[in-house]
């Protein structure tokens, strides 16, 4: 315990550069600064009655510590997500402090910007089904371990490529936890994310058909 409390003050004390200013939601604050440490660079966040609940937790904790958890999770499954170096909550004065701690994954950038700069542009069509395909195969492994993203949108799916005349070579990774959890079904965890990606993206019907395919392929069920 003591070592978890040295840990937790090292970095509530750190500071960076801001890469999400602290906001208020949840009736409290919540904000990511970039930290450089033993020349390596991590992802700090810092909430202050920053809240979720349920029924294992109805008077609430930090999101921070549900996200770690899921990081965690996800780490488990071989799914490619931040990996979490340090995450807890403590209450001071009444008020929940949280802290989650991530590796910067580096080069990677969400798939709505990736998109819009024009590089799915460049790729064969068997190259775009080529991410269709793993990208399906890689929420079917979540899903399949019973674990809902919980705000799957396009924009927190990161990727990171190189695209030449001759090949097309490329990362996927799940980012934005805040809301993920553990679901009684792999089918209860896909029917919340899959519609939600539906909705949610930058695919046409023929592009969101083929990934579809390729997900209940993986999945081994019909959606």
Known sequence: M???????EFWWGTSGSWVEPPNVRRSGTSGVQLIVHDNRTFFVKRQTGHLFRS????TGRPTALREGIALSRLEELGVNAPRPVFYGARKV???????????DLGGF?????????GSASMLTTEQH???FQRLAQMLARMHSG?????CMRSKHIFIK???TDADFDFELALLD??????RATAMGAARHDIPQLRRHSFWDESQWQHFLSYYEQAIGRTM
Do not use: C
Request: charged share 25%.
């Open 2 to 8: 003591g070592r978890a409390r040295d840990e937790f």
């Open 55 to 58: 029924l294992r937790y109805p």
């Open 93 to 103: 004065q009444g008020t929940w402090q949280g802290v989650l701690v991530t590796e």
């Open 109 to 117: 950038i969400d798939l709505d910007t990736w998109y819009s700069q």
């Open 129 to 131: 089904q080529r991410l």
């Open 146 to 150: 019973k674990w809902q993203h919980g």
């Open 161 to 163: 490529a190189s695209i």
């Open 177 to 182: 936890l805040e809301k993920s959890r553990g």
